[in-house]
């Protein structure tokens, strides 16, 4: 707009485009960032929610529910969108929806690829990284059932071998409920097992746990012991 309306002033400018956004020809997404409307719903945009995630903070990769629902691995309604980000961690609104970003550290930030979408890239976690993620950022008891629920459902959809090489960048804490969750979904563990196996200390899966499993040294809530 500023390049079309280049002999205008900025103010001139901020007029405009205040004056396209109240009648609804503009949507604003955040400062300084907007997008044309929905023609068929002025005030509305059609972009989708990985779209918007991207273009608030385009620093950060799209993981979570969000991304297993882009790869058809969820299908609940979404009015959260959590992104990992290498700036400071913060919650936005816009439209209906929550955009979370989560930040995390520099070697972390990595097993996403980028996919057109809106006529832009978008950058996506691998599906293995989602699980890492999970279990890195939100290790909770519901969210490590729904990693053993998809592993066991959609069994053919994950590489199994590139979940635990890249496991190895994660912490002994996050190692081993993965262990844990491949073998309650009945998956070869013994390549991951290799990883830890000289590590005497224990972990905790989550705050509540409290049943310790020997092989994995991890004290795990009870209905994870088999």
């Known amino acids: 707009i500023y390049k079309i309306m280049d002999t205008k ?3 001139e400018v901020k007029n405009f485009v205040s ?4 009648k609804g020809w503009l949507v604003r997404v955040k400062r300084g960032i907007f997008v044309i409307s929905d023609i ?6 059609g972009l989708s929610q990985l779209t918007i995630a991207q273009i608030i903070n385009d620093d950060s ?3 979570f529910e969000a991304a297993l629902q882009y790869y058809g691995l969820f299908d609940q309604y979404l009015r959260v969108i959590t992104s990992i980000g290498k700036k400071k961690s913060y919650n936005t609104k816009f439209s209906s929806w929550t955009f979370k970003y989560i930040r995390t550290k520099e070697e972390l930030f990595n097993n996403y690829k980028e996919f057109n ?22 290790r909770t008891s519901n969210n490590i059932d729904l990693i053993i629920e998809k592993l066991k459902s959609y069994k053919n959809d ?21 262990g844990v969750i491949l073998d309650l979904a009945e998956i070869n563990s013994d390549n991951l097992y290799e990883i830890v196996k000289d590590n005497k200390n224990h972990s905790f899966m989550t705050t509540k746990s ?4 020997a092989k994995w040294r991890i ?4 209905h994870f012991e088999k």
């Not at 004056?19 to 109240?22: D, F, P, Q, T």
């Not at 068929?40 to 945009?45: L, N, Q």
């Not at 979408?117 to 939100?138: H, N, P, Q, S």
């Not at 409290?210 to 499993?213: G, P, Q």
């Open 210 to 213: 409290d049943v310790f499993n």
């Open 219 to 222: 004290y795990v809530d009870k």
């Open 19 to 22: 004056g396209l956004v109240k």
């Open 117 to 138: 979408m809106d006529g832009r890239l978008v950058k996506v976690a691998l599906k293995e990284k989602i699980i890492l993620d999970f279990l890195t950022y939100r």
């Open 40 to 45: 068929s719903s002025r005030g509305t945009t």
């Open 158 to 178: 994950f590489d199994i071998q590139q979940l635990i090489e890249m496991s190895k960048n994660c912490s002994i804490t996050a190692i081993r409920t993965l």
């Open 61 to 63: 990769y799209v993981s």
């Open 9 to 11: 002033s900025k103010q």
